[in-house]
């Protein structure tokens, strides 16, 4: 790892190795509009980073990119020291080592829950389908839907379908799973039960970048909280230091606005 960026900001005592995600440089327009400016960040392994801001900052963008949902337009990412692949057999692998979970579920609607949770590893993992089934089903008990499991999405809560799509992620073995804003979409009383298997996940050591509006989250989870506005990373620390002293006028802002 030669080209790692210096993270702005603080920057835990974790080794050089540790690094998982790296952003050095990162910029991105959509149009006229320059959405990502000058990104610098790093995830190491088995850190929790929760990502706030306000609404069209460019949360979702950054998430898109670290999978290559988006490409970028300068600068470099690196996943565990390799370069963002740019398509085919290398960019679906990608694809697996970096899950995703949306705010819209995103579930395959005429799959069966344990369907889909099966679907991705035998298609791109090439697990066989008895191994693919046990694995699917040891997931959906993991996070609370086993009996769900020959169901189909529509006959689930919120709740239920967004613990679907965690476990679909993790079948996959990814390296780092990003939340994009997971429970914006639900109903108040099914927040908790999928936070509280991003809560398990966390301990657990997985790697985790989460975009939320959930700040007890943050500060029960995150080992740092990324604070954007306006394509910019413009602060970042612990979640103890960020919510007790926000430095920026424009972190102040939206925490007076938000908390
Ligand atoms: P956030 O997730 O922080 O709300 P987004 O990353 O979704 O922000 O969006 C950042 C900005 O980029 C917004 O102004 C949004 O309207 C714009 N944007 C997002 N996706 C696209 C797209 N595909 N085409 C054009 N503009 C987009
Ligand atoms: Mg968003």
Redesign the pocket.
């Known amino acids: 790892m030669s080209n790692v960026s210096v993270t702005k900001g603080v920057r835990d005592a974790v080794p050089t190795a540790d690094e998982l995600v790296v952003l050095s440089d990162v910029n991105k327009h959509?149009?006229a509009?320059h959405?990502l400016q000058d990104i610098d960040l790093t995830i190491h392994r088995g850190e929790v980073v929760v990502v706030i801001?306000?609404?069209?900052?460019?949360?979702?963008?950054?998430?898109?990119t670290i999978n290559r949902l988006?490409t970028i337009d300068s600068g470099s990412i690196t996943i565990d020291g390799k370069p963002l692949p740019q398509e085919g057999r290398e960019l679906a692998r990608l694809r697996s080592d970096v899950g995703m979970v949306f705010q819209s579920f995103n579930l395959f609607a005429h799959k069966t829950v344990l369907e889909n949770v099966m679907l991705g590893q035998i298609k791109v993992r090439k697990t066989d389908k008895k191994e693919a089934e046990t694995r699917a089903r040891a997931l959906l008990d993991r996070v609370g839907v086993g009996a769900q499991a020959d169901k189909y999405p529509a006959q689930l809560s919120g709740g239920q379908q967004q613990r679907v799509a965690i476990a679909r992620a993790l079948a996959m073995g990814p390296k780092v799973i990003l939340f994009?804003?997971p429970t914006s979409a639900l109903d108040p009383e099914m927040i908790n039960e999928v936070l509280e298997v991003m809560q398990q996940l966390a301990r657990e050591g997985m790697t985790m970048v989460v975009?939320t509006h959930e700040m007890g989250f943050a500060r029960s989870a995150a080992n740092r909280v990324v604070f954007?506005a306006d394509?910019r990373i413009i602060e970042q620390a612990s979640p103890e230091e960020f919510f007790s002293n926000p430095r920026s006028d424009r972190a102040k802002d939206f925490l007076s606005k938000i908390l």
Do not use: A, H, N, Y
Request: proline content about 5%.
């Open positions: 959509f149009g509009l959405v801001g306000p609404s069209g900052s460019g949360k979702s963008t950054l998430c898109r988006e994009d804003e975009v954007m394509g």
